[in-house]
């Protein structure tokens, strides 16, 4: 069994920050690329921000230069710094994890429930 679980998500006014994390936990043997993904009502689940292995990140234009994405390979977490806030940045945020859980045959997709982030005045 393996849970991704998010947290941080709140209601915030335009130009504020959020931070969102995302703990991984179960029977892991490996863990390849973590990223953030938010889905708008109405709209296609998006990436938002992912790191692979090795560190090598990638960031969607609207967000670039106001969130960062950070990765602790230790603790299996991943956290989403999210400054500038926006009201088109509203939207649930979904942890994704691509794992091979121990005693398996390969990567899986993993998602987490989502937290929801809400930009309004």
């Known amino acids: 069994q393996v849970h991704l679980v998010e947290s941080g998500g709140d209601l915030v006014q335009p130009g504020g920050s959020l931070r969102l994390s995302c703990v991984v936990s179960?029977?892991?043997?490996?863990?390849?690329?973590m990223a953030w993904y938010r889905q708008a009502p109405g709209k296609q689940r998006e990436l938002v921000a992912g790191?692979?292995?090795?560190?090598?990140?990638e960031t969607a234009d609207s967000v670039k230069g106001r969130f960062t994405v950070s990765r602790d390979n230790v603790k299996d977490t991943l956290v989403l710094q999210m400054n500038s806030l926006k009201p088109e940045d509203t939207a649930v945020y979904y942890c994704?994890?691509?794992?091979?859980?121990?005693?398996?045959?390969?990567?899986?997709?993993?998602w987490g429930q989502g937290t929801q982030v809400t930009v309004s005045s």
């Open positions: 790191v692979d292995r090795t560190g090598t990140t």
């Open positions: 994704n994890a691509q794992i091979w859980a121990r005693y398996g045959t390969g990567y899986a997709n993993y």
């Open positions: 179960g029977d892991i043997f490996t863990i390849a690329t």
